[in-house]
């Protein structure tokens, strides 16, 4: 069974830092990604990682956020950075069934774990 473990959600202030961690009882090699939920809006995208390392991110976070993960640990982290108020959300971390290229697709992604909260206050 797929388990995903997020960690180190808070709140701090507008331009602070946060870094997600997320403990999966799987291999990191498989494709992972953060996703956000704001209240009211959909979930969306933030970054990914594919099994080669490759990253991607959306358009909001690029320059602000850094995806990367312990292969030998499987964790994946998010360094979040400049943090703004529209950063509001809570994340969740997801991680495909297989190696491959990385997506912001929620589609791709069968296995989510339980999110953390980030609040960033101006």
């Known amino acids: 069974q797929v388990q995903l473990v997020e960690s180190g959600g808070g709140s701090v202030q507008d331009g602070g830092s946060l870094r997600l961690s997320c403990v999966t009882s799987t291999p990191t090699l498989r494709t992972m990604a953060w996703f956000r939920q704001a209240p009211g809006k959909d979930r969306e995208g933030v970054a990914a990682i594919g099994s080669d390392g490759t990253t991607i991110y959306s358009d909001s976070v690029k320059g602000r956020f850094n995806i990367s993960k312990d292969n030998a640990k499987n964790i994946l982290y998010l360094q979040m950075n400049s943090l703004k108020p529209e950063d509001t959300a809570m994340y969740y971390c997801?991680?495909?069934?297989?190696?491959?290229?990385?997506?912001?697709?929620?589609?791709?992604?069968?296995?989510w774990g339980q999110g953390t909260q980030v609040t960033v206050s101006s």
């Open positions: 997801a991680q495909a069934r297989l190696v491959g290229y990385p997506s912001l697709d929620t589609f791709a992604f069968p296995y």
